[in-house]
C-alpha cells in the first residue's frame, strides 16, 4: 500500500521487525501518551506472533510504516476491534524514529491505513482516543479529517495521574 503524496509505504509485520518493534514499544518518550501499562513481549515471543499471525486480516491489521523514499521501517500503524455488524474499526500509530516525526509521516500514515480500512475492509467509520495533551497526534489526526466526538473523563491512569480521553471518529466521505 501506498500512502499519501508518496511519503509513506505500508507492509505486513514481518517476524524480522519484532526487535525493532520492541524498541519503539519500549521507548519511554514515544509512549509517553500511549495507553500502555504493560512491558512488550520478549523480541523472541513478538517475532513467533508475528509470525503466527501470518498476513493482515479482517481482525489483525497491523503494518509496518515505511519511509516510501528508503523503504526503512520508521513507524507502526493497525486497525483494531473491527465490528462487522458496524463496520467501524480503532487505529492505533506510532512514528517510532524521532527523526521522522513533525514532518507529516504520521499524517500520511494515518491517512494510507484509512484508505485501506476504507476501501478494503468496507468500513464506514473509523475511531480512535488520545491524551489531550499529546499535540502532535491531534494535529495530524484532524488533519486526516478526524473530528473530536466527546470527552472521557479520568478515562487513563498513567505515570501516576489520571486522563481524559478524547474520542475521534472519520467517516469513509469525510477523510481528507
Ligand atoms: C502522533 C504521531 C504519530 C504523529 O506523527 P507525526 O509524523 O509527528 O505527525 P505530523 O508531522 O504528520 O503532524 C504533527 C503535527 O503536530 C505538530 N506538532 C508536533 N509536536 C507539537 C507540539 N509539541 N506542539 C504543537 N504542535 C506540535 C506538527 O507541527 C504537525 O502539525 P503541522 O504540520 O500542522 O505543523 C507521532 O508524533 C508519534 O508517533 N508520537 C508518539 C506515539 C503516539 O503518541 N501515538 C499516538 C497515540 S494516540
Not at 37 to 63: K, Q
Not at 163 to 170: I, Q, R, T, W, Y
Amino acid at each position: 500500500v501506498t500512502g499519501d503524496g508518496g511519503l509513506v509505504a505500508l507492509r505486513p509485520r514481518e517476524p524480522g521487525d519484532a526487535a525493532t518493534l520492541t524498541a519503539w514499544f519500549e521507548d519511554a518518550e514515544t509512549m509517553r501518551w500511549w495507553d500502555q501499562v504493560y512491558p512488550p513481549l520478549p523480541v523472541e515471543s513478538f517475532a513467533a506472533r508475528i509470525a503466527a499471525a501470518g498476513r493482515p486480516s479482517y481482525h489483525l491489521v497491523s503494518f509496518m510504516v515505511l519511509d516510501a523514499a528508503t523503504g526503512t521501517p520508521i513507524g507502526w500503524s493497525g486497525l483494531m476491534h473491527a465490528s462487522v455488524e458496524h463496520r467501524h474499526a480503532a487505529l492505533g500509530i506510532l512514528i517510532g524514529d524521532p527523526a521522522y516525526r513533525s514532518r507529516g509521516y504520521g499524517t500520511a500514515a494515518t491517512r494510507a491505513v484509512c484508505r485501506f480500512g476504507f476501501a478494503q475492509m468496507n468500513l464506514a467509520r473509523i475511531t480512535l482516543t488520545v491524551i489531550p495533551e499529546n499535540v502532535a497526534a491531534r494535529a495530524a489526526y484532524a488533519r486526516a479529517g478526524f473530528v473530536e466526538e466527546g470527552v472521557q473523563r479520568q478515562a487513563l491512569w498513567k505515570r501516576g495521574a489520571w486522563h481524559e480521553l478524547v474520542h475521534m471518529s472519520v467517516f469513509a466521505e469525510s477523510l481528507r
